[in-house]
């Protein structure tokens, strides 16, 4: 049981768009900065999202961060065959002091 | 650019003593905390915990009583030892720069499998 809860699968087609939520407390999201990852298949995680909303760079616009009390969410605009992967959210935890991940999301492009 | 490589331990026994090194290249060790993170197989990504490069650490409480992270700064290399180790403890470890939750570069990950 993850300390973050995100749904386990999310769907679309090209061009559609997609958002991803991500639910924690006030232990964590709600005190601290999430972060989103991308994890293509055989592949390890990368940045995808930092500090709630900001990209690193090389990271394309169509990807946007928000954050709304102790629940963050991820959202693809213009979605591509190549965003499909796995997501997943993290976060600092304060009452654990550990950091803490959600349990991924599985996007599909239909 | 800095890279992250991961060592492969082999075949882990249960009971036994997992070690893992992460060879840090293109960069120094110096002035970073390093994590270890663990990727159960089509499973989540869990924390296991952060060690400072002057050696301060801080552990996942659920694994904190097993573990001990560590750095050698003259071989630029960070260290996991996990101890009593079961087939819970399958998974692909990973390395990575950073002391949570933003975690930057990674490895490629080693996949770590206990069985008899």
């Known amino acids: 049981q993850s300390v973050l809860t995100q749904p386990p699968s999310a769907s679309g087609t090209p061009g559609q768009r997609v958002t991803i939520a991500c639910s924690g407390s006030?232990?964590?999201?709600?005190?601290?900065?999430a972060i989103w990852y991308q994890q293509l298949p055989g592949t390890a995680p990368k940045v995808l999202i930092y500090?709630?909303?900001q990209r690193p760079s090389g990271v394309p616009d169509r990807f946007s961060g928000s954050k709304s009390g102790t629940s963050a969410s991820l959202a693809i605009s213009g979605l591509q065959s190549e965003d499909e992967a796995d997501y997943y959210c993290?976060?600092?935890?304060?009452?654990?002091?550990?950091?803490?991940f959600g349990g991924g999301t599985k996007l599909t492009v239909l | 650019q800095v890279q992250l490589q991961e060592s492969d331990p082999g075949p882990v026994k249960p009971s036994e003593t997992l070690s893992l090194n992460c060879r840090v290249s293109?960069?120094?060790?110096?002035?970073?905390?390093w994590s270890w993170i663990r990727q159960p197989p089509g499973k989540g990504l869990e924390w296991i915990g952060h060690?400072?490069?002057?050696?301060?650490?801080k552990y996942n409480p659920s694994l904190k009583r097993r573990v001990t992270a560590a750095v050698d700064t003259s071989k630029n290399q960070v260290s996991l030892t996990l101890t009593s180790v079961t087939a819970a403890d399958t998974a692909v470890y990973y390395c990575?720069?950073?002391?949570?939750?933003?975690?930057?570069?990674w490895g490629q990950g080693t996949l770590v499998t206990v069985s008899s």
């Open positions: 990575a720069r950073g002391s949570g939750p933003w975690f930057d570069p």
């Open positions: 293109g960069g120094s060790v110096s002035s970073y905390f």
């Open positions: 060690v400072y490069y002057t050696g301060n650490t």
């Open positions: 006030s232990s964590n999201i709600g005190r601290n900065a």
């Open positions: 500090s709630d909303n």
């Open positions: 993290a976060a600092w935890d304060d009452s654990l002091d550990c950091a803490v």
